[in-house]
């Protein structure tokens, strides 16, 4: 089992900066992808941005490119988010994630992962 752990979320205003982070733990040796998903009021969830343990990023949603950057720290086993720039549209609960292997073998992200955590709420808001 692995557990995910959020946090960072809050309140922003346009324009404003969020950084948020994961920490896992439990049982992580087989876990080699590590992201977030979002899920915004009243709307399905979807892929955010994605880290390939080893690899680097591999997938970010179209609507964040060039303003949000995942990021991981082996040591901490932590992965983050910095979303820069944030709209209204950002507003959503975010969650970590973690997978085996949907990373590679469903890029396009359609099936669920193995492990979320609890999720952490965005809010962007004048």
């Known amino acids: 089992q692995v557990q995910l752990v959020e946090s960072g979320g809050g309140s922003v205003q346009p324009g404003g900066s969020l950084r948020l982070s994961c920490v896992a733990s439990?049982?992580?040796?087989?876990?080699?992808?590590m992201g977030w998903f979002r899920q915004p009021p009243g709307k399905e969830r979807e892929g955010v941005a994605v880290?390939?343990?080893?690899?680097?990023?591999?997938y970010y949603a179209d609507s964040v490119k060039g303003r949000f950057t995942i990021s991981q720290d082996n040591a901490a086993n932590t992965v983050s988010l910095q979303m820069n720039n944030l709209s209204p549209a950002d507003t959503a609960m975010y969650y970590c994630?973690?997978?085996?292997?949907?990373?590679?073998?469903?890029?396009?992200?359609?099936?669920?992962?193995?492990?979320y955590g609890q999720g952490t709420q965005v809010t962007v808001s004048s």
């Open positions: 994630a973690a997978d085996p292997e949907l990373c590679v073998t469903d890029p396009r992200l359609t099936m669920p992962w193995d492990y």
């Open positions: 880290f390939l343990i080893g690899a680097g990023a591999i």
């Open positions: 439990g049982d992580t040796s087989g876990i080699h992808c």
